[in-house]
């Protein structure tokens, strides 16, 4: 199995910044992409950002040039470093990893319980 652990959720003022991390405990498993998700009460859940087990990140267009998302593939972590937030922002961010066992088979995407970011105005 593969699981995930989220820390650095909390409330910011506008403008402020927050760190999330996300652990992945994945013993016999291969994690290939790994990225960050949020849902705002009423809304879809929405990729916020992914990166490669290779490097390269993708970004909403909502959060460009505000958040940077980098791994450490040696500890199966990755960060979301987000500044210059926005009320907008608020939402309950969830990690996840796509993963596939190393003696291989599908691919399957694996979640971590969610932790809230709240942002004033």
């Known amino acids: 199995q593969v699981h995930l652990v989220e820390s650095g959720g909390g409330l910011v003022q506008g403008g402020g910044s927050l760190r999330l991390s996300c652990a992945a405990s994945?013993?016999?498993?291969?994690?290939?992409?790994m990225g960050w998700y949020r849902q705002a009460p009423g809304k879809l859940r929405e990729l916020v950002a992914a990166?490669?087990?290779?490097?390269?990140?993708n970004y909403a267009d909502s959060v460009k040039g505000r958040f940077t998302i980098s791994r450490d593939n040696a500890k199966n972590t990755v960060y979301l470093q987000m500044n210059s937030l926005k009320p907008e922002d608020t939402a309950v961010y969830y990690c996840?990893?796509?993963?596939?066992?190393?003696?291989?088979?599908?691919?399957?995407?694996?979640w971590g319980q969610g932790t809230q970011v709240t942002v004033s105005s």
């Open positions: 994945a013993t016999g498993f291969a994690i290939n992409r």
């Open positions: 990166v490669t087990i290779g490097g390269s990140p």
């Open positions: 996840n990893a796509q993963a596939q066992r190393m003696i291989g088979g599908n691919e399957y995407a694996y």
